[in-house]
């Protein structure tokens, strides 16, 4: 059982250009989330998802997109990264239970 | 909206001893659930230990235990017989209850306690 995986682990990248973080997870889980964690923060909600076909804005979705097409299933998408937007990701998901985490994917915007 | 405050930007403990961390939350509803998460170096996001806003009993696990004072709204971490292992980030993260009509069962989180275990 792998639980939430997420790829890649790390990934650098110029300004402007565009990549997207893949998420899945085998646990049938409906909720599935992706949250952004800057130095010093905690993690704060991008975009999440409460179903296959079903998605919604979090806190900083801005310069971000998702989409839900299977269950298993939650890339994020970035079209024209910025410098803000170098962070860690994490994918997580949950049916009404404590999220279960990805192991997260450092990316550098520069 | 909900919020999570963590006070302590930094904590110390020598091995063996122990300490505590805090956090208080706000929220104008009943039911809900409290979790701590540890982040180590590895930026592995692990559960260490969950409430039920419901239970009046305070939650434990092995050397981890909270003190829940519902009015208060604080949820604070004890950390017993502290080990090396411990050293990591502590995140305190609320969550609505997901029976809730709406409810998206996200949390939302602290900005996080770094705990060092001094030898």
């Known amino acids: 059982n792998a639980g939430v995986t997420q790829t890649p682990k790390f990934r650098i990248l110029k300004i402007g250009q565009s990549m997207t973080l893949q998420c899945t997870q085998d646990m049938n889980h409906n909720y599935m989330y992706w949250y952004r964690q800057d130095p010093g923060m905690g993690l704060k909600l991008i975009y999440y998802?409460?179903?296959?076909?079903?998605?919604d804005k979090g806190e900083v979705p801005n310069g971000y997109n998702v989409s839900r097409s299977t269950t298993e299933d939650f890339p994020l998408r970035l079209e024209l990264a910025a410098p803000s937007q170098t962070s860690v990701y994490f994918c997580?998901?949950?049916?009404?239970?404590?999220?279960?985490f990805g192991n997260g994917t450092r990316l550098t915007v520069t | 909206a909900q919020t999570v405050t963590q006070s302590q930007p930094e904590m110390s403990v020598q091995e063996a001893e122990t300490v505590t961390l805090s956090c208080t939350y706000d929220t104008s509803e009943s039911d809900y659930y409290l979790f701590w998460y540890k982040q180590p170096p590895s930026r592995q996001m692990i559960l260490v230990i969950r409430?039920?806003?419901?239970?009046?009993q305070n939650a434990t696990e092995n050397r981890f235990s909270v003190n829940f004072q519902k009015a208060a709204k604080s949820f604070s971490l004890k950390i017993s017989d502290s080990q090396l292992g411990d050293a990591a980030m502590y995140f305190c993260?609320?969550?609505?209850?997901?029976?809730?009509?709406?409810?998206?069962?996200?949390?939302?989180f602290g900005k996080g306690t770094k705990l060092s275990v001094k030898p």
């Open positions: 409430q039920e806003a419901y239970k009046q």
């Open positions: 997580a998901s949950t049916t009404n239970s404590p999220l279960h």
């Open positions: 998802s409460v179903g296959a076909g079903i998605t």
């Open positions: 993260a609320y969550r609505r209850d997901m029976n809730y009509g709406g409810s998206q069962g996200n949390l939302i």
